[in-house]
């Protein structure tokens, strides 16, 4: 697939789209990255894309450098950016900016399904009057944008130098540690990103989680004491056995999960 000359914009270019974006450049891609901290603007330079600066809670119009010609779109924009409107229509707002031959994806999360015990694939039928942001967000772009879209509810996100393991060290947990962790590697996101762009396949509603779910308390354990930091010490309330099934991308496409959850140097570097 032609990629030289091929352009993606970024809302939102934080640690996740930088990688994305640093991932496509090298494919040669033209990468445009929003950011609102002048900070970032050198940053995302070093990695070869291009910065424009946007407050999502100032002035939602892009500019028109970013807009023309656009081939890709990504949304890494989480509902706490949404202030001054709602997340729906501030990602409507931005997506319909773009010309009706760019394709879209939105990275959603897999925080959209219930709090509750359970296993939660793409099939869940959700109950529209309980408190979600997510869902209706989701709902108002699908209904936009149709076979143009294609939406990622990822799961916890790990990757180079983030890892939960060390946020959680030390830290008492009151839980018994035995609900299964729900995880994804950047690498992987980075990936299935690529294996859309390549297919043209869009239109389509994934999780994005590794299938391997062993319980906290032994995944944390060994994560710690591979990064030489303190476990986290977790009590005796019983965990809440939430699962979420990462397996339908699979099934339905040629895209393979390749990032282990417990290669540990993987994350140090």
Request: hydrophobic share 35%; charged share 25%.
């Given at each position: 697939?032609?990629?030289?000359?091929?352009?993606?914009?970024?809302?939102?270019?934080?640690?996740?789209?930088?990688?994305?974006?640093?991932?496509?450049?090298?494919?040669?891609?033209?990468?445009?990255?929003?950011?609102?901290?002048?900070?970032?603007?050198?940053?995302?330079?070093?990695?070869?894309?291009?910065?424009?600066?946007?407050?999502?809670?100032?002035?939602?119009?892009?500019?028109?450098?970013?807009?023309?010609?656009?081939?890709?779109?990504?949304?890494?924009?989480?509902?706490?950016?949404?202030?001054?409107?709602?997340?729906?229509?501030?990602?409507?707002?931005?997506?319909?900016?773009?010309?009706?031959?760019?394709?879209?994806?939105?990275s959603s999360s897999t925080?959209?399904?219930?709090?509750?015990?359970?296993?939660?694939?793409?099939?869940?039928?959700?109950?529209?009057?309980?408190?979600?942001?997510?869902?209706?967000?989701?709902?108002?772009?699908?209904?936009?944008?149709?076979?143009?879209?294609?939406?990622?509810?990822?799961?916890?996100?790990?990757?180079?130098?983030?890892?939960?393991?060390?946020?959680?060290?030390?830290?008492?947990?009151?839980?018994?540690?035995?609900?299964?962790?729900?995880?994804?590697?950047?690498?992987?996101?980075?990936?299935?990103?690529?294996?859309?762009?390549?297919?043209?396949?869009?239109?389509?509603?994934?999780?994005?989680?590794?299938?391997?779910?062993?319980?906290?308390?032994?995944?944390?354990?060994?994560?710690?004491?591979?990064?030489?930091?303190?476990?986290?010490?977790?009590?005796?309330?019983?965990?809440?056995?939430?699962?979420?099934e990462g397996n339908e991308?699979?099934?339905?496409?040629?895209?393979?999960?390749?990032?282990?959850?417990?290669?540990?140097?993987?994350?140090?570097?």
């Amino acid at each position: 697939m032609r990629t030289q000359g091929r352009k993606v914009v970024i809302l939102g270019c934080g640690w996740l789209g930088q990688i994305v974006g640093e991932a496509l450049v090298r494919k040669g891609y033209d990468v445009y990255g929003s950011y609102r901290r002048p900070e970032v603007e050198q940053k995302l330079d070093d990695l070869g894309i291009q910065g424009f600066e946007l407050d999502f809670n100032a002035d939602l119009n892009l500019p028109e450098k970013v807009i023309t010609d656009a081939d890709f779109v990504f949304a890494f924009i989480t509902p706490s950016s949404a202030k001054s409107i709602s997340y729906d229509a501030l990602l409507e707002n931005l997506f319909r900016q773009f010309p009706e031959s760019a394709r879209m994806i939105f990275s959603s999360s897999t925080g959209i399904y219930p709090k509750d015990a359970g296993e939660y694939d793409e099939s869940y039928e959700f109950d529209p009057s309980l408190p979600n942001r997510l869902l209706p967000a989701e709902t108002a772009i699908r209904k936009s944008f149709g076979n143009r879209l294609t939406i990622l509810r990822l799961g916890g996100l790990i990757g180079p130098k983030r890892h939960p393991a060390y946020s959680l060290s030390g830290k008492e947990v009151l839980n018994n540690g035995m609900n299964p962790i729900n995880l994804i590697h950047a690498r992987d996101i980075v990936a299935a990103i690529e294996w859309f762009m390549d297919n043209g396949y869009f239109g389509r509603t994934y999780n994005l989680v590794y299938p391997h779910h062993p319980p906290k308390r032994d995944y944390y354990s060994e994560a710690t004491k591979h990064f030489g930091v303190e476990p986290p010490k977790f009590g005796t309330e019983p965990a809440v056995n939430r699962l979420i099934e990462g397996n339908e991308i699979e099934q339905n496409t040629s895209f393979r999960y390749r990032h282990a959850l417990d290669n540990f140097d993987d994350f140090l570097r």
